[in-house]
């Protein structure tokens, strides 16, 4: 949106958030800069919407401080804070029309002229493709259009900071990956916004993210680009949770390291020979039939996937998973099979980095 845009960027500055005496954000350290797209990915009850909040001012930190612009906005009431915020459910108000429902924050803040309203109301409505439906009622909505008044709604004040709490979660499948490409299409049209976007969808994360942070527990795991994170994760956890993965257990030799009976060669520079560590291989990089890194074992599963098929594969008592181009003739479980893979496609993480 043009004029008038406060600058975005968030910073957590060892921010804790405990409720009850539990700590449910642990000393979160996180810069969000103007206009980045960072996601919060991670597993139920991880803090993302606690981190969210705290953004916006519905929480109260335990310790620690947050800023928006620079501007450190820890002890400012939520409406102070210039942020625009999307949540699961639209949280439309029923009894009003979508105009009105759009305007209720800038009336409620007084953060514009009576005059200006009507102006800002038609933009945000234009942006999120809504113009058509200003005089409908909420119920007289889809979903999925429900959830673009929700969006227009939050970026009627011009918010330097959008806050997106799985906001497509409660669409389907289809809506919601055109639901993806309109919000990559708004963040160019908003390129000072902050955003940030809570999801466990990581294709979600993958598509509109321009970093990644990883929560487990209370607690920031990693953070990254979404191909640092999916290429060369740093832990078993970013490893599972972005992406599909092998974890192959493994005992680390001079440059090579042994799953079960078979040598294979990766690149061991970040272990210590003798250690146990988890080789990460991706499934879509495992090919079939002979190759380096050859693995063999019994097919013990296969799962036709449209395009690809998913072979579980027992080797040495493991599971490995590849994925391949659909094969013309599917395997028979039983079949004994070479699975293989290029070391440099393999990352060898060591034990404990990033855990506990
Ligand atoms: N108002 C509250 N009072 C007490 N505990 C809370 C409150 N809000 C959240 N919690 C707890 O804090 C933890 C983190 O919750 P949070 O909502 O941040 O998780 P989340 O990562 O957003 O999970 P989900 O993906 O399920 O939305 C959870 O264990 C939750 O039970
Ligand atoms: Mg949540």
């Known amino acids: 949106m043009t004029g008038g845009t406060p600058t975005g960027g968030i910073r957590f500055d060892e921010v804790s958030v405990v409720y009850g005496g539990n700590t449910v954000l642990d000393s979160l350290d996180l810069t969000v800069e103007p206009g980045e797209v960072m996601a919060l990915l991670g597993p139920s009850g991880s803090g993302k919407t606690t981190a969210l909040r705290a953004v916006a001012g519905f929480v109260r930190p335990a310790a620690g401080r947050v800023f928006i612009g620079g501007r450190d906005v820890t002890a400012l009431p939520p409406h102070r804070r210039g942020i625009g915020m999307v949540v699961q459910q639209y949280a439309l108000f029923p009894h009003m029309r979508v105009a009105d429902n759009v305007a209720f924050g800038l009336k409620a803040q007084k953060l514009v002229a009576k005059g200006e309203i009507a102006g800002r109301v038609a933009e945000a409505l234009e942006m999120t493709g809504m113009a ?20 227009a709604r939050a970026l009627a004040i011009r918010p330097g900071v959008l806050l997106l709490d799985e906001p497509l979660s409660a669409l ?4 919601r990956s055109g639901m993806l490409t309109e919000l990559a299409r708004l ?32 607690r920031l795991r990693d953070c990254g680009t979404p191909q640092e994170l999916y290429r060369r994760p740093r832990t078993e956890f970013t490893a599972s949770f972005v992406g599909n993965a092998n974890l192959l257990p493994v005992r680390v030799g001079p440059g090579y390291v042994s799953f079960g009976g ?8 970040s272990v210590a020979v ?7 291989v991706r499934p879509h990089l495992v090919g079939l039939g002979d190759g380096p890194n050859a693995l063999r074992g019994r097919i013990a ?9 998913r072979l579980y594969v027992e080797v040495d008592g493991h599971a490995v998973k590849a994925d391949v181009r659909e094969l013309r003739e599917t395997p028979a ?3 004994e099979v070479t699975l293989h893979f290029a070391s440099e496609d393999a990352v060898l993480l060591g034990a404990g980095v990033g855990d506990g």
Do not use: K, N
């Open 132 to 151: 058509a439906y200003a005089r409908r009622y909420p119920r007289e909505l889809s979903g999925g259009q429900q959830q673009r008044v929700a969006i």
């Open 172 to 175: 389907d499948a289809q809506l």
């Open 187 to 218: 963040h160019r049209e908003l390129p000072d916004v902050s955003i940030l976007y809570v999801t466990h969808d990581q294709v979600e994360a993958l598509t509109l993210a321009d970093r990644i942070a990883v929560m487990d527990r209370a």
């Open 262 to 269: 078979t040598a294979l060669s990766v690149a061991t520079d």
């Open 274 to 280: 003798g250690a146990s560590a988890t080789l990460c």
């Open 301 to 309: 599963e296969v799962q036709w996937r449209g395009s690809t098929h």
């Open 333 to 335: 479980l039983g079949d």
